[in-house]
T-cell receptor
Framework: DAKTTQPTSMDCAEGRAANLPCNHS???????VYWYRQIHSQGPQYIIH???NNETNEMASLIITEDRKSSTLILPHATLRDTAVYYC???????????????FGQGTILTVHP | KAGVTQTPRYLIKTRGQQVTLSCSPI?????VSWYQQTPGQGLQFLFE???????NKGNFPGRFSGRQFSNSRSEMNVSTLELGDSALYLC?????????????FGNGTRLTVT
């Protein structure tokens, strides 16, 4: 699986947009970018995923660069409850056997402050 | 729709004992994966089951085993517990065995080995 690089930590003011970057320069054309977050003592929560196009759901937006070597997760109006560790993961597309295997890095600790 | 349910939530065992953890996937989900999370190693893939068959296995000793039942519920077993097995054990389920189908995690079982 392609390796991802994320900043160790970020801060964001409540109500402002949180933009979390992720580099995945070795991503292959058939690999998806997934984002999860984990709040202390809970399991990782699925946020969003994408292949090439930008994606948006009720939680966040995912912006993937045209060359697919990096992406940004955007939380449009961060709240204190968005404080968590955010993981960017590159997942292999169909054709492999490891559909259930996600490789988690260290993630970004996002702290939202009042 | 109920999420992934893991039982028990907390467990304390003594070194040398064995333990069985249970996971009920989201209704309709047929793929179940297990992960171990420790402060030192982070989130690591244990194994993956689909249609009662183990599809993939991570780099863990044979003391770690699992199974999946016809109703997609899954159990994992750890025999001859060691202190280093103390961890948060997470189960995740997905609807289909394709990389475009997100994994959804439960809140885990916190195992403490004394």
């Amino acid at each position: 699986d392609a390796k991802t690089t994320q900043p160790t930590s970020m801060d964001c003011a409540e109500g402002r947009a949180a933009n979390l970057p992720c580099n995945h320069s070795t991503i292959s054309g058939n690999e998806y970018v997934y984002w999860y977050r984990q709040i202390h003592s809970q399991g990782p929560q699925y946020i969003i995923h994408g292949l090439k196009n930008n994606e948006t759901n009720e939680m966040a937006s995912l912006i993937i660069t045209e060359d697919r070597k990096s992406s940004t997760l955007i939380l449009p109006h961060a709240t204190l409850r968005d404080t968590a560790v955010y993981y960017c993961i590159v997942r292999v597309n169909a054709g492999g056997t490891s559909y259930g295997k996600l490789t988690f890095g260290q993630g970004t600790i996002l702290t939202v402050h009042p | 729709k109920a999420g992934v349910t893991q039982t028990p939530r907390y467990l304390i065992k003594t070194r040398g004992q064995q333990v069985t953890l249970s996971c009920s996937p989201i209704s309709g989900h047929r793929s179940v994966s297990w992960y171990q999370q420790t402060p030192g190693q982070g989130l690591q893939f244990l194994f993956e089951y689909f249609s009662e068959t183990q599809r993939n296995k991570g780099n863990f000793p044979g003391r770690f085993s699992g199974r999946q039942f016809s109703n997609s519920r899954s159990e994992m077993n750890v025999s001859t517990l060691e202190l280093g097995d103390s961890a948060l054990y997470l189960c995740a389920s997905s609807l289909m065995q394709i990389s475009n189908s997100p994994l959804h995690f439960g809140n885990g079982t916190r195992l403490t080995v004394t």
